[in-house]
């Protein structure tokens, strides 16, 4: 009796184990800042900023990461061009299968809504759209396990797996934006050690992927991310190619990061 205890205790710890919540690098008040300069010739300025943030909620019964990234050009910019992001994303904790998403766009003349609902079940996004001055629409856009929104494929960036971090290594992720889904290949670099503007060296692991043609993008060009080198992962520096000009962009500030920065390459506590 007591091995046939032993036995079934062993069965269920198992059974718990293959079924654990995976250890992600992010957790509930996570909060970091990044400067934002746009470059087009002689341009080269400071004009905004951007923050993200995650929040632990419920959700449809649901324990959810509330994460969202929320960007905005300067107040003197804003006369040339003023950009206002507002994109939200509501994942379970347990697996980051997104449940619901929301994008607010402003981008000089442009406007952009998404409204989302993730019905799995039936395999489709509830979507209430509006952009390129389409008026708005109410469509359901086919998604597939393992497909999301633009805040999640960040986060799941940030979530691969060290053999995904290998320089040549290629990784596939198809996320929803207006009323389409896509496909786009991360591809890592390697580790780098780069100079964060007023931040100091840091290390880093530099990706690239496509970017989607819109009104910014000419759709033809890498965007590329550098991710701390340590259990963080969080964005460190940005390369977003545009039309006219590219935007750089830089970690400026952090706090309530799920494990000590431990990717100064001077080896530094901070």
């Not at 250890?23 to 909060?31: A, I, S, V, Y």
């Not at 597939?144 to 929104?149: L, N």
């Not at 060009?221 to 039309?243: C, G, M, T, Y």
Request: charged share 25%; net charge negative.
């Amino acid at each position: 009796m007591k091995k046939l205890i032993l036995l079934v205790c062993a069965g269920l710890l198992s059974w718990v184990n293959a079924f654990a919540q995976k250890d992600w690098p992010f957790k509930d008040g996570e909060q970091f800042t990044f400067s934002i300069m746009y470059k087009w010739g002689a341009v080269n300025t400071e004009v905004g900023l951007a923050e993200f943030t995650v929040a632990e909620e419920r959700l449809k019964g649901e324990d959810v990461y509330h994460m969202a990234c929320k960007a905005k050009t300067a107040p003197f910019f804003d006369i040339f061009y003023k950009i206002r992001e507002d994109l939200e994303s509501w994942d379970r904790v347990e697996d980051l299968r997104p449940l619901q998403f929301t994008r607010n766009t402003l981008e000089g003349s442009y406007t952009a809504t998404n409204t989302y609902d993730f019905d799995w079940n039936a395999g489709v996004i509830k979507a209430d759209i509006n952009f390129e001055g389409r008026g708005q629409q109410y469509m359901e856009i086919p998604v597939k396990p393992g497909e999301g929104d633009i805040v999640w494929l960040i986060y799941q960036m940030r979530a691969m797996d060290e053999k995904s971090f290998a320089k040549g290594a290629k990784t596939k992720f198809h996320f929803a934006i207006d009323d389409d889904v896509f496909d786009v290949t991360v591809t890592c670099r390697g580790e780098e050690t780069i100079k964060v503007r007023k931040m100091g060296k840091m290390k880093a692991w530099h990706i690239s992927c496509s970017v989607v043609q819109g009104a910014l993008f000419e759709g033809d060009e890498q965007l590329h991310l550098w991710f701390s080198a340590d259990e963080n992962r969080i964005p460190v520096a940005a390369h977003i190619p545009l039309k006219v000009g590219n935007v750089q962009a830089w970690v400026s500030g952090w706090h309530g990061l799920k494990y000590d920065f431990n990717a100064w390459a001077d080896g530094r506590k901070r």
